[in-house]
């Protein structure tokens, strides 16, 4: 129990980092409502960024389902807009796909698909102490599955392209 923790611990942690790149201005005004706190003006900005394809956006919509910072959580839709994103090759997106199976927020807990995820995200993560503490809670994880799990894993990550949910 203790263990888990500690994985969801590091998880979140990594999960909570900023994301970076060049977007819109209604996903710059997002965010900076977002970084306000106030959250449903955030999502008022995001939310049409997200439909047009904007795969930042659709992590932050996704988030903000999640963590319920509109109301009460949403896994569903959270679940929706981080495949979007995810199915983009967006690492955050993936990171919180990874999150939800471990969690089982809105899909039964998998620790298989959690790892999947998770490590199709370390790919993407850029070298430093946030991907280092992602890949200590993929090597924790690892070592609570069996082979058959491990190997179906593996499988799953091999055969993921960019496209698929």
Not at 52 to 59: C, D, I, K, P
Not at 138 to 151: P, V
């Amino acid at each position: 129990m203790r263990r888990a923790r500690g994985i969801v611990a590091a998880l979140s942690l990594v999960g909570a980092m900023a994301i970076a790149g060049a977007a819109h201005a209604g996903y710059d005004e997002g965010m900076a409502y977002y970084q306000k706190g106030d959250y449903f003006r955030a999502l008022s900005e995001l939310k049409p960024e997200a439909e047009n394809g904007n795969a930042l956006a659709q992590v932050q919509v996704a988030g903000i389902y999640q963590y319920g910072l509109v109301g009460a959580a949403n896994y569903g839709e959270a679940l929706k807009w981080y495949r979007q994103a995810a199915a983009k090759g967006n690492a955050d997106a993936m990171l919180g796909l990874g999150l939800m199976y471990e969690l089982g927020q809105g899909v039964p807990k998998d620790r298989v698909e959690s790892v999947k995820w998770l490590t199709l995200a370390s790919t993407r993560f850029p070298q430093g102490p946030d991907r280092n503490r992602l890949m200590t809670a993929i090597d924790t994880m690892r070592q609570q599955m069996s082979n058959d799990q491990l190997d179906t894993a593996q499988r799953l990550i091999d055969a993921w392209k960019p496209g698929e949910p």
